[in-house]
T-cell receptor, first 115, second 110 residues
Framework: EAQVTQNPRYLITVTGKKLTVTCSQN?????MSWYRQDPGLGLRQIYY???????DKGDVPEGYKVSRKEKRNFPLILESPSPNQTSLYFC??????????????FGQGTRLTVV | SQQGEEDPQALSIQEGENATMNCSYK?????LQWYRQNSGRGLVHLIL?????REKHSGRLRVTLDTSKKSSSLLITASRAADTASYFC??????????FGKGTTLSVSS
């Protein structure tokens, strides 16, 4: 089954404790991205990756890191989480960006609470 | 950069009625997509319309695109309670990303 898998689904952590949210897709997609969703603000892109070893900042990259060592995985790293990073996070993948095959597949989300 | 803006922010209708949501965007696009999100879940792709298309249908969904006005509309006909969800438009910016609007929350009561 084609899918994007995020882990964990729920996470409560303390300020400053490094954490990683994993994202994996089994569709051989080149393009992957991370979004955060906050009430009243919609989805905002954090980082994206056009392919292996190619990543770039989205609209709200501060406080986040990513890596793309393998095509299928795109982890999101919070080196020193702060309460303003409490949010619902989504990973998405698609075949390409800007062309006709740009249907994005989303993971189920990770609800992160930083206290 | 918020590319798409949906209107209205919230919409409440009765089962069987039609629901219309609008999306406006700012810059030229290659295509525009609509997604659906059930409460707190991941987004699900509904339909994609290319910049050279004016209208597209998929089941009870009808999407229009007016590139001269930089706007799109999503019509859901004969709404059902199961259509209750948030709906987002997303536009592509070549070489960057899918940019989402803030969404329209649709509530369909039986």
């Amino acid at each position: 089954e084609a899918q994007v898998t995020q882990n964990p689904r729920y996470l409560i952590t303390v300020t400053g404790k490094k954490l990683t949210v994993t994202c994996s897709q089994n569709m051989n997609h080149e393009y992957m991205s991370w979004y955060r969703q906050d009430p009243g603000l919609g989805l905002r892109q954090i980082y994206y990756s056009m392919n292996v070893e190619v990543t770039d900042k989205g609209d709200v990259p501060e406080g986040y890191k990513v890596s793309r060592k393998e095509k299928r995985n795109f982890p999101l790293i919070l080196e020193s989480p702060s309460p303003n990073q409490t949010s619902l996070y989504f990973c998405a993948s698609s075949l390409s960006d800007g062309g006709p095959n740009t249907e994005a597949f989303f993971g189920q989300g990770t609800r992160l609470t930083v206290v | 950069s918020q590319q798409g803006e949906e209107d209205p922010q919230a919409l409440s209708i009765q089962e069987g009625e039609n629901a219309t949501m609008n999306c406006s965007y700012k810059t030229s696009i290659n295509n525009l997509q609509w997604y659906r999100q059930n409460s707190g879940r991941g987004l699900v792709h509904l339909i994609l319309i290319r910049s050279n298309e004016r209208e597209k249908h998929s089941g009870r969904l009808r999407v229009t695109l007016d590139t001269s006005k930089k706007s799109s509309s999503l019509l859901i006909t004969a709404s059902r309670a199961a259509d209750t969800a948030s709906y987002f438009c997303a536009t592509d910016q070549a070489g960057t990303a899918l940019i989402f609007g803030k969404g329209t929350t649709l509530s369909v009561s039986s």
